[in-house]
């Protein structure tokens, strides 16, 4: 692993790193926050999944966990969100491919040998993270945004006794039914969709429902609002009786000041949840 | 005066706007946030000044301002940096032309046509603002960041009347002396350097004191210290028994990261300022 940069930020450390991605095939770049209670022991960890278009940075430089991660004591990780590279597949559109890896493993071609990023977040990065930072490891929760935000509830479904806590900003919530989702899981997985059902939150939350505390919120002034189908999970969610946090928040969109106007509840579900 | 984006932030509204400048002789972009507490009447106005490169956007998406602005009830307008354009002066250095205004009125070719940034922050800007927004003008404060802290602190200076409070994020703080300023003093203002201590804090703290509450942070990790002279100012501030709060902060350094940290710190400052 090398270090890109590393800066003081709330006491803390805002590190960029680099690894050599096994089952990406290629470099990755991600970031971590450390708090000051970093410098005295084991701290627990936030994963933050960004959306699309989004690096490492965009959450790492502009929605403020920062501040809370350090009044709380949480280290955060900005994974990137897909492969990326000169000799890996690509797509013009801003939706598929490099910057929109969408969390799952890629089984079609071109995008198998490359975009594997459910195992890159669920085994690799964490594998990577836990050696070279002193993180408490059974003291992990999971946040994510937009496509990020698929991804940790996902993930969370899929990996409940991995996290205490999952949180999700404006989610695609319900992807096999959404045009963000169908193109991606056609190109990434095949036409198939009986291989979707294992990443789309809202199938996932009819199936096996979810154990852990659970927070979304989702502007009612979001641009995006019938690609995300927060209505699907949200009648999901009742039907099972699954206890969870749903607001719809008035006037906000989709964008980081969204994100950032509520950061501050974010940070402090989770730490309720890792700090229990 | 043209809308550009509205977007809810922290209950209140981030909005960026153009308007055409006569003193830049070019349209001009800025953005305001609009607390929450606006929505009832009049609310003060901290102005935040941007440092080289930046445009409007900077500081509104990565300095963490809203949240604390909000909590406040005080609204905070970010202008940008210089004039911009196609038919505009400009230099193939970053630290000259666009981007990098340096917050004076340029009377050399080429810039003198357009390059008016003083005039514009002082004289221009504010009257637009007044006219379009329910701001408290008798409650004013001023901050900057590097250039922009320049900026902030040669204005109060020079017009203290307008301010309560000023305050400072590692600001350029004796450009007649340093590569950042001797540059572009030359090429604004002429070499006759009589002309460049009306913008240059040291030299104008010397010369006149500053009545108004003063903070200003300083990262004790700064790639530009040696640009900034901290030192030139502060003694300029000791010898003159003015009251002040600088703080040389270890292990900051230039970025966003820096001022995201101490934000809380100066907007409650300027709040303690302004709401007196």
Known sequence: METLSE????????????????VCGCPMTFAVYLPPQA??????????????????ENAMTKAGAQGWA????????????????????????????QGAGFYVDATEAPWAPHFSMYSYITGELPTVLFR??????????????????????????REPERFRSVSAF???????????????FAAYLGTDEGTWAAHDATLLMRETGLDLPLLID???????????????LAAAIAERR???????????????????????DHMAFHAEALFA
Chains 1, 2 share one sequence.
């Open 7 to 22: 800066i003081r930020c709330f006491e803390g450390v805002q590190g960029v790193y680099r690894h050599d991605s096994d």
């Open 39 to 56: 410098a005295a022991g084991p701290v627990p960890v936030l994963w933050y999944l960004s959306g699309l278009t989004c690096t490492h």
């Open 70 to 97: 350090a009044e709380h004591g949480m280290a955060v990780v900005f994974p990137d969100t897909s492969p990326r590279g000169a000799g890996i597949a690509d797509d013009e559109a801003f939706d598929l491919g």
């Open 132 to 157: 070279n930072f002193d993180l408490e490891e059974g003291a992990q929760a999971i946040c994510g945004h937009s496509m990020g935000g698929h991804g940790a509830l996902t993930i969370a479904l």
């Open 170 to 184: 404006a989610p695609i919530a319900h992807p096999a039914a959404s045009d963000w989702g169908r193109k991606q």
């Open 218 to 232: 989702q502007g009612t002034d979001d641009q995006f609002l019938d690609l995300l189908q927060p209505e699907a």
């Open 242 to 264: 699954q206890p969870a946090i749903l607001r719809m928040q008035k006037g906000y969109d989709h964008s980081y000041f969204f994100m950032a106007s509520f950061m501050a």
